[in-house]
């Protein structure tokens, strides 16, 4: 498989605060690759370092053969973040404006800054956007103002959006945190879909470890800012949740799937 990320010794310091430290990983296309930690651990920072939504501290980060760290100009980091879609917990919607409108804001990386601000769409982009929506089962919601929706159908909105990036990489904070389980079913299994059938490489944030061992081609396990764990999920053992969450299994709400078993 063709990797297209790499990230080596990534640090991120804030002051004398060690948010991440000398972390290190691959993500291949069409890899869901899922990050687990506790509140705190570095899991988010480490997804913004890569898009620099906030600067590295030290380290590379390898795009498509591009060291994201190392980009200097604005518009040079404009045109890597296109390839680069973001799905967040708090959705990141314009609630005022329809679904359509808020899906075709994938396309804004793309145009140059009048028709932007115009709003002038090609009809191809346009197309393109009731094409993903429709295949997400939302074609009877495009005039609906994103506020009107449901936390689930934002995040849907959400993802049609990334995907209007053409994206290489996709980057998920939390997607699911303030989802039902059943929403939240939805929305991880068309992360994977899109991962395995479009080749997307998805980095995934999580709390929810059951979903990670559902859903991860592979698991990074991060604590205290540093990777403790980096593996395929059978090798996901009760004594390393425990190392990586810093408590005894009992006390954590991992709330196993039937069928999904951690291994002693």
């Keep these: 498989m063709e990797t297209v990320l790499s990230i080596q010794n990534l640090k991120k310091y804030y002051g004398a605060t060690k948010a991440v430290e000398d972390i290190s990983f691959t993500v291949d296309a069409g890899e869901v690759v899922v990050i687990i930690g506790p509140s705190g651990a570095g899991k988010s920072t480490v997804l913004r370092c890569i898009n620099r939504m906030i600067e590295p501290t030290e380290g590379s980060i390898l795009f498509e053969g591009h060291d994201m760290a190392k980009i200097k100009k604005e518009k040079d980091l404009k045109a890597m973040r296109r390839r680069i879609g973001m799905i967040f917990q708090s959705f990141n919607l314009v609630q005022r404006l329809s679904v359509f409108q808020n899906v075709l804001h994938g396309r804004l990386g793309y145009m140059n800054t009048a028709s932007a601000v115009m709003g002038r769409y090609a009809e191809e982009d346009k197309q393109k956007a009731l094409d993903i929506l429709a295949m997400m089962g939302m074609e009877s919601m495009i005039y609906k103002k994103a506020g009107e929706l449901s936390g689930g159908q934002k995040q849907r909105v959400g993802i049609a959006r990334a995907l209007m990036q053409n994206p290489a ?16 079913k939805i929305i991880m299994n068309q992360i994977q879909d899109m991962a395995k059938k479009r080749g997307i490489a998805c980095i995934v944030n999580l709390h929810q470890v059951d979903v990670a061992l559902a859903y991860a081609d592979r698991i990074i396990g991060i604590h205290q800012g540093r990777k403790v764990f980096d593996d395929v999920p059978e090798k996901l053992t009760k004594e390393m949740i425990e190392t990586i969450y810093d408590a005894p299994i009992e006390e954590l709400t991992v709330g196993l799937e039937e069928g999904v078993a951690l291994h002693a």
């Excluded at 303030?178 to 929403?183: C, M, Q, V």
């Design 169 to 184: 990489l996709l980057l998920c904070d939390e997607p699911i945190a303030s989802l039902d389980p059943s929403s939240s």
